[in-house]
Structures are given as structure tokens and as C-alpha cells.
């Protein structure tokens, strides 16, 4: 019997009877259950290009695994990003949707509940050993770490607010102990240190092991100013000090998106200004201070890989490699960030090698950080939980039968767009880039990070690949809308949603206007802002449960305009910073039954 095979049968043997699976990992010698090692960058692109500069998780983990190409994030920030990943579900599901309180952060993860049902929980409670360490969620801070401990880990080291980010004098957290700081020390050399604890610990037990690594390179550093006077700033991130020299002569990739003649975008994005030499060159420098950074995770991969070939566990391990989100540099003008529903932002980069997975292979098919969850339930064995919004990633040809193909990903966000780095009045001077520090904000506020912070980025999103179609549709919390057809516009530079100003030849998206198809998107949109487990994994069915639409091609037949002309939209009665359902317009979209009647889906 294969290891999938065993795998298979496991989760048979799991559905059937609830059995712990330690015992049925012991019942049979051969069914080794693998190990599983996660790596999870902070803010790390994938469109910048940033996986072109490490050459050891290249070697490590693209060519000895497979590259998932089209992954994607589902909230563009690191909190509600990472409450999703490790519940399954879509941020409107969490409603854990920003960094701090009252919407997000590590209080807002314990007051829903999650401490006692997130992954590691489940993941031990079916016989694993699980450890982590490095950056977890935000606002976990010196102050609320213990009221209460995370759950859920055999060993845990966790970096805390707000010396999270400060690459100089990172705050770690071990276990049940007191906060200890590592000031004067680079907290990639604190990490990887850690994380090779945390694996000798976990070779030595008798389970297999869960073992997290968040370290939070290449996020932008963030000195709580204890130094400054109480002053906070925020900096490009630091590399190691041997990192220091590289790369002097890269630039963000010149894209057609990159500080366009045009203003691009709607919202605050439109009335970005174009950057000027100075912010071009900082930007410059900022994106190489990202690579630098990168290098010592590329250097921590290395050493992990090291070891556990070491222990003979390296073919028994699988090794996932992403970014709790994706970054933009100066693409649509926009300042250092994240936050927007672009490609860049959106993005991540997703590595998995491990036994059964095809070398050096590079898959096509859409996947989210929302089917992590299900993907680490089936490579352990576990049956998929009914709240899971996301679905198994396909990461051996074993499990394609298993595969539910998906073409949409639901994007979503609320509260403030963060814009990030600082720059001041070098004007040319030479040494523009190594001695900018201070911040000079324009048009928007500051907000109690240093960076700063942009009011009503609200905004709902579908972004769609499929056979001839690739699209990104937004509807905005002002009721602004976006669509992109990246099949011909792969920057998102040409906003096809209809405006006042006339376009004369209106494009087709598969064959059908551009009303049809947006009545196909609003209603998807609509089904998807709101959708609970089968829901977001099936929204067609939602919408046309007797006609088995598996896709928005489908559903652009002729037959069925009647039903999509009368949908309601999708649309917004205010701004709010948080998910208010009383702010967001309808809910519940028409749905044809049997192709005759129309009920509303409850
Ligand atoms: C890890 O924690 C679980 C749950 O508390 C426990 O059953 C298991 O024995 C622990 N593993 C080790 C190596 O201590
Ligand atoms: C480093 O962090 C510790 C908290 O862990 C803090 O007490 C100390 O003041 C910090 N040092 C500097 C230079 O900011
Ligand atoms: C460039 O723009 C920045 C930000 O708006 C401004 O602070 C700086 O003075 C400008 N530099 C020049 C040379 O115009
Ligand atoms: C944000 O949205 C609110 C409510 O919709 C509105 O009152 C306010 O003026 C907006 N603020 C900005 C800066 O656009
Ligand atoms: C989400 O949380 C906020 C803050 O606690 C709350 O006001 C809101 O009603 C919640 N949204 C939903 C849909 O439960």
C-alpha cells in the first residue's frame, strides 16, 4: 500500500468511526503519516518578483516540488489573512477583518473562539506534535500573550507586538515563559534558531509533526520608539548585515503599471499622485531592502531542508512555502503596501514538495489561502470539515480525483488601505535611498504605526480564471466598481466598467456584451460576499442549483439573462470600518430552480 493509498483509507477509517488517528497511524507500520513543515513569510510579492532572488528555496522547494502560479490571498492584510488560513474560512466567516480591536487582532481571534478550534488544535487532537515560531497574529502583544496562551502547540516561541517588527530587537514569547528580548540580535538569526529547536524536539517525538516557521521578513521594520523618543517609525525592512551590499543595481520591475502617466484604480487610488525621481529612487531602495531581507529565509530553508535530510525525514515530510500576502511598490503610484485587491497584492507564492508531489512542475490551477486548511487536513489524513470555505489543493496527482476545481477567488477588505516606507526632502542628492528615515505624509492621515492610513478601503472582489477568461471585478464601499479583462490588460490599467464616459465599441467577454457578463459577475459576487462552506466553494449552485453551472461561461448562456437581469446588486449604504452587515446592501440573490421559478436562496 502507497503512502496515499494509506492516506485514503485513513480518512475512510476517520469518517467511519472518529477514530483518533494516532491509532491508526500505529495499526500499520508502513502508513507512516507525514510530517509537515510550513513556512509563512510576512508581506512577501510574488509579482515584484521577489522568488527570483532565493536560490536555495528555488532549489529547495520549486525544483524539487511544485509551484502553484495561481494563488492567491483572500484579505490583503496579515491578520485576517492568517485567521482565515488557519480556520478555513472566508474572512466574512471569521469576522476577524483587521489587525487591531475592536475587527481584528489576536483579541478578536480569542472573543470568536477560535483558540480552542483553529488548525494546530485539530491537528493535535489527530495525533500530531505541533510547534511554532515566529510573528502569529497582530496585537499579540507583551501585554495580553497570556490571557490566555495560544492552544494548540507542543512547542510554541511566538514574536510580539509591538516588537514584532523590529529586526533589531525582536520579542519572543516561549511557551508558558515571560517575554524575553533579543535586542542587538538580527531576528532572522533569533528564528532560525528557534526553528531548528523546535525541529530537533519535534524529530525526537513518537507522532508525526506539525512545525510552523513565520518569520517576518521582508515585512518593513517598525521600531516602537523607545529609542526615538516615542516617536514610531517604520523603515524598509533590515537585512542580515552579509546581506547588506546585494543587489545595488536592482530596480522594481519597470511594469506598464509602474507610476503610470494615468491615474488608475478608483477611490483614493485615482487621486494618487505621480511619483516623482525621489519617491522612485526610495521605492528603488525599498524593494531591494526586501530582497536582502528575503536572504535569510532563503538561508533558514536551507537549514531546515538540511536537517531533516540529515534525519531521514526529508522524504516524509511535506515542506509548504507562502506569504500571509502579496506587496505593491509604486504600481498604480501607490507608496510601499498592501491592502488593494491588485494582482500584486493579492498574490502570493506558493511552493509544496513532499512525497508524492511532482518535481519541478508548475500548476495552473486557482487556489487560495482559504484551501490551506483542507490541503494540511488531507495530506494528515482528515476528513474536510463542514465549515471549511476553501477546498484541497491538488498537491500530488493522487489526490486529483479528490479535486474540486474552483475558478473564482473571493477577495475581500475593510477599514483602512495602509500605505508604507518614508521619504523626505533629499531632492537628487546621491545618497537618496540609505539616509531616508523620516516620513513626510501628504494627503493622507498618520496613523499610530507611522504609516499611513487610508479611510474607506472597503471594497468586495471576484477574481476569475477560466478557460478564455481572466477577470478581477470590485464593487467599492462608495459603489465604485471595477472590472478587468488581464487577458488583454494583465496590469489592470483599463477599467471596463461603464462610466459616464462613453466608450463607443463595447468589449465582449466570451462572446457576450460587457452587461451580460457583468450581470454574471454581480450576481457571483453577490452569492460569494455572504457564502458558508459549500457555498464559496460552489457559488453557481447557489444561483442555478438545477442546472449544473460549474462556471461563469456556463452561466453566460442566452437562456438565463432573464434570471441575471433581475438580480439584485451588489452595493453599499455606507463605508464602515468593520463587517456591518446593516452597511453592506442585499444579501440574497434570485435562484433558479428547475430553470422556471425564482426563489429567494435563504
Ligand atoms: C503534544 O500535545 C498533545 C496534546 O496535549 C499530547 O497528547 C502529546 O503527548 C504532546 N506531545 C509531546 C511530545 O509532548
Ligand atoms: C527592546 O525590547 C525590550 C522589550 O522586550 C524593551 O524593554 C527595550 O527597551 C527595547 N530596546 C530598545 C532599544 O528599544
Ligand atoms: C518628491 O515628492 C516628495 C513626496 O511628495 C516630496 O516630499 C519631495 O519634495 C519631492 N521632490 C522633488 C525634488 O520635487
Ligand atoms: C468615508 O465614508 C464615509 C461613509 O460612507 C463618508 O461619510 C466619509 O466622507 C468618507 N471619508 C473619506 C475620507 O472619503
Ligand atoms: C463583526 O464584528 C463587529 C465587531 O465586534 C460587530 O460589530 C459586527 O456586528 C460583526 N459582524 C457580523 C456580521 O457578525
Known amino acids: 500500500m502507497n503512502l496515499i493509498a494509506a492516506i485514503a483509507g485513513l480518512a475512510a477509517a476517520q469518517i467511519a468511526v472518529g477514530a483518533n488517528v494516532q491509532s491508526v497511524f500505529q495499526s500499520d507500520q508502513r502508513a507512516s503519516p507525514p510530517n509537515i513543515l ?113 492552544k494548540g502547540f507542543n512547542g510554541s516561541d511566538f514574536l510580539l507586538d509591538p516588537y514584532t517588527y523590529s529586526y533589531r530587537n525582536s520579542t519572543y514569547q516561549r511557551n508558558h515563559d515571560p517575554p524575553v528580548s533579543h535586542e542587538g540580535k538580527h531576528t532572522t538569526d533569533v528564528i532560525t534558531g528557534k526553528a531548528l529547536g523546535f525541529l530537533e524536539d519535534a524529530l525526537e517525538g513518537d507522532r508525526p509533526f506539525f512545525l510552523t516557521v513565520a518569520p517576518v521578513a521582508p515585512h518593513s521594520n517598525i521600531d516602537p520608539g523607545v529609542l526615538q523618543g516615542g516617536r514610531v517609525t517604520m523603515t524598509a525592512p533590515i537585512p542580515l548585515m552579509r546581506h547588506e551590499h546585494l543587489f545595488e543595481d536592482v530596480k522594481v520591475p519597470r511594469t506598464d503599471n509602474f507610476n503610470p502617466d494615468n491615474p488608475s484604480g478608483v477611490s483614493w487610488i485615482r487621486g494618487l499622485p505621480q511619483q516623482n525621481q525621489t519617491v522612485v529612487d526610495y521605492n528603488d531602495h525599498f524593494y531591494r531592502s526586501r530582497l536582502r531581507a528575503l536572504q535569510g529565509v532563503d538561508e533558514l530553508v536551507d537549514s531546515l531542508v538540511a536537517r531533516l535530510e540529515e534525519s531521514d525525514q526529508l522524504d516524509n515530510t511535506y515542506i509548504i512555502y507562502t506569504s500571509d500576502n502579496g506587496f505593491h511598490i509604486g504600481q498604480h503610484r501607490l507608496p510601499p503596501g498592501k491592502t488593494c485587491g491588485f494582482e500584486e497584492d493579492i498574490r502570493v507564492p506558493l511552493f509544496v514538495r513532499g512525497p508524492g508531489v511532482p518535481a519541478g512542475q508548475v500548476e495552473d490551477a486557482v487556489t487560495t489561502h482559504i484551501d490551506l486548511a483542507p490541503t494540511f487536513f488531507q495530506l494528515a489524513g482528515l476528513p474536510a470539515r463542514q465549515d471549511f470555505d476553501g477546498t484541497a489543493i491538488p498537491v500530488t496527482p493522487d489526490l486529483d480525483g479528490t479535486r474540486h476545481v474552483h475558478e473564482h477567488v473571493t477577495v475581500e477588505y475593510w477599514g483602512r488601505g495602509v500605505a508604507e516606507g518614508f521619504f523626505s526632502d533629499v531632492g537628487g542628492s546621491p545618497s537618496v535611498g540609505i539616509k531616508i528615515e523620516q516620513q513626510r505624509l501628504t494627503q493622507f492621515h498618520t496613523g499610530p504605526d507611522g504609516a499611513s492610513m487610508i479611510p474607506n478601503n472597503t471594497y468586495k472582489s471576484v477574481r476569475l480564471l477560466g478557460e478564455g477568461y481572466n477577470l478581477y ?130
Open 38 to 150: 510550513f513556512v509563512i513569510t510576512d508581506d512577501q510579492d510574488l509579482e515584484l518578483g521577489s522568488v527570483s532572488y532565493t536560490p536555495r528555496i528555488a532549489k529547495h522547494l520549486r525544483d524539487q516540488g511544485t509551484f502553484f502560479r495561481n494563488h492567491f490571498v483572500t484579505t490583503s492584510l496579515c491578520c485576517p489573512s492568517r485567521v482565515s488560513l488557519w480556520t478555513g474560512r472566508q474572512a466574512h466567516n471569521t469576522n476577524v477583518t483587521d489587525v487591531n480591536p475592536p475587527y481584528g487582532g489576536y483579541p478578536k481571534f480569542v472573543e470568536r473562539g477560535f483558540n480552542e478550534n483553529f488548525l494546530p488544535v485539530w491537528l493535535q487532537d489527530a495525533g500530531y506534535n505541533t510547534y511554532y515560531t515566529g510573528k502569529l497574529f497582530n496585537s499579540h502583544t507583551i501585554e495580553n500573550y497570556h490571557s490566555p496562551h495560544v
Open 473 to 602: 471585478y470590485s464593487v467599492w464601499c462608495n459603489n465604485e466598481h471595477e472590472l478587468y479583462d488581464l487577458s488583454t490588460d494583465s496590469y489592470q490599467l483599463h477599467n471596463l466598467y461603464p462610466s459616464n464616459t462613453r466608450v463607443t465599441e463595447e468589449p465582449q467577454i466570451l462572446g457576450r456584451s460587457l452587461s451580460q457578463a457583468i450581470n454574471r459577475l454581480d450576481a457571483l459576487l453577490l452569492v460569494l460576499k455572504s457564502c458558508q462552506g459549500a457555498t464559496c466553494i460552489d457559488p453557481w449552485g447557489v444561483l442555478q442549483p438545477a442546472d449544473s453551472i460549474r462556471s461563469l461561461q456556463d452561466a453566460l448562456d442566452e437562456q438565463y439573462d432573464g434570471l441575471y437581469d433581475n438580480q439584485p446588486q451588489v452595493s453599499f449604504d455606507w463605508c464602515d470600518a468593520g463587517y456591518i452587515i446593516e452597511a453592506e446592501g442585499p444579501q440574497t440573490p434570485l435562484t433558479s430552480r428547475h430553470g422556471i421559478s425564482w426563489d429567494v436562496w435563504v
